[in-house]
């Protein structure tokens, strides 16, 4: 058994996005090789209401899926096939933008906002898929003990148990909260592409201590270890995907294979033609 080592360590950067959301950037273009199919990863975490209160309003989405998860919040929801909702705390919302959607996101007022966006490409073929949902509440997010980690299996399986089986991408995403001190193991895939971001809390890998709001990819192998600090305890969340090995031509919201499937894109959506009518 080979324990993965690490490749490269990425710490999240503030910025502004939407119509002035403050948030945590942590991968963006400049990653996409290296955590492959994984594009895009935001991180949001405030108490502070007017750090979020503007959200992200109408915009599009083109060839990717966005998978949005609170650990602590509300974020209202609707776009433009007429589907609207609410993102709770403990519950995630597994977009699948596939040919075009027009969507918004607007955070509403809560005590604490914490939880990620991440973009995850969809391959050539299935870039112009037809656009769906899967709402995961917390019913659908099951969770198992580990030692005395506990694990919410969003995607993928850990030991017996099993979150949803993505449609286009196969994908493994947990979230996992170590107590102070406590270490876990977690068994990988050896071919796919394997990181962790470290949402609350510093944490211990591979003997190297690494903050809070960092992304840690790793090589290839068959598991992870991964410590809480011996003062504080920590909350993580593990992806692992196979990687796409694809061009990529991105362009704001809109991900494809070639500048010109890009150019379409925007073409469409200047004549009005880039969500398909029923």
């Not at 602590?72 to 776009?79: L, T």
Request: some cysteine; charged content about 20%.
């Amino acid at each position: 058994m080979i324990k993965r080592e690490i490749i490269k360590q990425i710490r999240g950067q503030r910025a502004v996005d939407g119509a002035g959301v403050h948030l945590v950037r942590v991968l963006g273009n400049n990653d996409v090789k290296d955590f492959d199919p994984f594009l895009m990863l935001d991180s949001f975490d405030s108490t502070d209401p007017s750090d979020y209160l503007a959200g992200f309003p109408m915009h599009p989405h083109r060839g990717i899926e966005t998978i949005t998860y609170l650990i602590s919040g509300r974020i209202d929801h609707e776009d433009s096939l007429g589907n609207k909702g609410t993102i709770c705390s403990g519950e995630c919302q597994w977009m699948t933008a596939g040919r075009g959607i027009l969507h918004q996101e607007m955070p509403k007022e809560s005590e604490r906002m914490l939880g990620f966006q991440l973009w995850l490409n969809l391959p050539r073929q299935e870039k112009m898929t037809t656009p769906a949902y899967c709402s995961l509440t917390r019913d659908l997010i099951p969770t198992i003990n580990s030692g005395k980690a506990e694990i919410g299996v969003l995607s993928g399986r850990f030991g017996d148990v099993a979150g949803i089986t993505p449609a286009h991408i196969p994908s493994t995403i947990y979230d996992i909260m170590l107590p102070i001190g406590e270490d876990i193991t977690v068994p990988t895939k050896k071919d796919e592409t394997v990181f962790a971001f470290l949402i609350e809390g510093d944490a211990v890998i591979n003997n190297q201590t690494i903050s809070s709001k960092s992304a840690i990819l790793f090589e290839r192998g068959d598991y992870i270890t991964v410590s809480a600090k011996p003062e504080s305890g920590l909350r993580f969340i593990f992806f692992s995907g196979r990687a796409l090995h694809e061009p990529i031509a991105w362009g704001g919201p809109i991900v494809m294979n070639t500048q010109d499937e890009l150019m379409t894109a925007f073409r469409e959506l200047h004549n009005g033609s880039f969500i398909e009518q029923s």
